[in-house]
């Protein structure tokens, strides 16, 4: 049961090099989010996807851009990564109804220098 | 737009007592689920428990129930019997649902930490 797979798990970045998050779901899944945590501030939507060739803003989209290759695949990538980009990076999906649960990948955790 | 406060960022508790863990939210919807995660060192969001806005029974799962209140918007985590595994970040989440597009997203607190103490 691989449910959600993100990869990679660790990463370190020189500033200004680019870099994508892979995500993939094994659900069937409608929905897929990408969040950032952040000490004390919890988990915050970067972008989200409510379908196959859909895509929108959520509340910290600036310095990333996400592609919904199919339903199964959400990526996330950083154009020229800042220091204020270091996080842990999420991906989840949920079936799309808006009583289903979301299912969480295991973060990459992502540190810029 | 819909937010999720957790009032207390850390707390502590001895094993096999009971802890309470707050969440207030804000938002104009009628309809709407809510959700508390937990996040053990290893990072992975788990599931804890789920509530139906429209279902007066509280919800319940083993050791975890909750205290729904929804004209005071209040949605609090009870653990029951804690033990040592129960030590993580919990976090509360709202889902919002987002009219454009027909998709949703989950709103989250800041989280608690719990520290369950031998």
């Known amino acids: 049961n691989a449910g959600v797979t993100q990869t990679p798990k660790f990463q370190v970045l020189k500033t200004g090099q680019s870099m994508t998050l892979q995500c993939a779901q094994d659900?069937?899944?409608?929905?897929m989010y990408w969040y950032r945590q952040d000490p004390g501030m919890g988990l915050r939507l970067i972008y989200y996807?409510?379908?196959?060739?859909?895509?929108d803003k959520g509340e910290v989209p600036n310095g990333y851009n996400v592609s919904r290759l199919n339903k199964r695949e959400f990526s996330l990538r950083l154009e020229s990564a800042a220091p204020s980009q270091t996080s842990v990076y999420f991906c989840?999906?949920?079936?799309?109804?808006?009583?289903?649960?979301?299912?969480f990948g295991q973060g990459t955790r992502l540190t810029v220098v | 737009a819909q937010t999720v406060t957790q009032s207390q960022p850390e707390m502590s508790v001895q094993e096999a007592e009971t802890v309470t863990l707050s969440c207030t939210y804000d938002t104009s919807e009628s309809d709407y689920y809510l959700f508390w995660y937990k996040q053990p060192p290893s990072r992975q969001m788990i599931l804890v428990i789920r509530?139906?806005?429209?279902?007066?029974q509280n919800a319940t799962e083993n050791r975890f129930s909750v205290n729904f209140q929804k004209a005071a918007k209040s949605f609090s985590l009870k653990i029951s019997d804690s033990q040592l595994g129960d030590a993580a970040m919990y976090f509360c989440a709202y889902r919002s649902l987002i009219t454009q597009g027909g998709s949703e997203k989950l709103v989250f607190g800041k989280g608690t930490k719990l520290t369950v103490n031998p």
């Open positions: 989840a999906s949920s079936r799309g109804s808006w009583q289903a649960e979301a299912f």
């Open positions: 509530q139906e806005a429209y279902k007066q």
């Open positions: 659900m069937n899944h409608n929905s």
């Open positions: 996807s409510a379908s196959e060739g859909t895509t």
